[in-house]
């Protein structure tokens, strides 16, 4: 956003039943409090699952008229990269990945849970 300043950001992620907030909404208002351009961020706050962020975050890319031809980028866990990805290609999406940090004490449990992610994705 920094180096791209016209570029579509769309934050993606639903409410899970023990949060106050969408994950879209928390993201949404992280950037709004840092004084970040809002014009060209939109949310995608139905998502409950990796292939449902990427499918609902296309579909209102298609809706809002912004063009994915050049590719996407998604930036999720560095755990979390490979699945996205493939979720991506399977939708005929050009991606590339940012991997964002998870804390140390908490990635066991991520790869515990990620693992068998894709061996069902796959």
């Given at each position: 956003m920094?180096?791209?300043p016209g570029a579509a950001v769309i934050l993606s992620g639903g409410q899970g039943a023990n949060e106050k907030i969408s994950e879209a909404e928390a993201m949404y208002r992280y950037f709004e409090a840092r004084g970040f351009d809002m014009?060209?961020?939109?949310?995608?706050?139905?998502?409950?699952?990796?292939?449902?962020?990427?499918?609902f975050s296309a579909e209102l890319a298609e809706t809002e008229g912004i063009d994915l031809s050049g590719g996407v980028v998604i930036v999720t866990d560095g755990f979390h990269q490979f699945r996205a990805q493939r979720h991506a290609r399977s939708l005929g999406l050009t991606a590339?990945?940012?991997?964002?940090?998870?804390?140390?004490?908490?990635?066991?449990?991520?790869?515990?849970?990620?693992?068998?992610?894709i061996v069902f994705y796959a």
């Amino acid at each position: 956003m920094l180096a791209n300043p016209g570029a579509a950001v769309i934050l993606s992620g639903g409410q899970g039943a023990n949060e106050k907030i969408s994950e879209a909404e928390a993201m949404y208002r992280y950037f709004e409090a840092r004084g970040f351009d809002m014009s060209n961020i939109f949310m995608e706050n139905k998502s409950v699952s990796t292939g449902e962020n990427i499918a609902f975050s296309a579909e209102l890319a298609e809706t809002e008229g912004i063009d994915l031809s050049g590719g996407v980028v998604i930036v999720t866990d560095g755990f979390h990269q490979f699945r996205a990805q493939r979720h991506a290609r399977s939708l005929g999406l050009t991606a590339f990945t940012v991997a964002s940090q998870a804390p140390v004490a908490l990635q066991i449990f991520y790869w515990a849970r990620e693992i068998p992610g894709i061996v069902f994705y796959a």
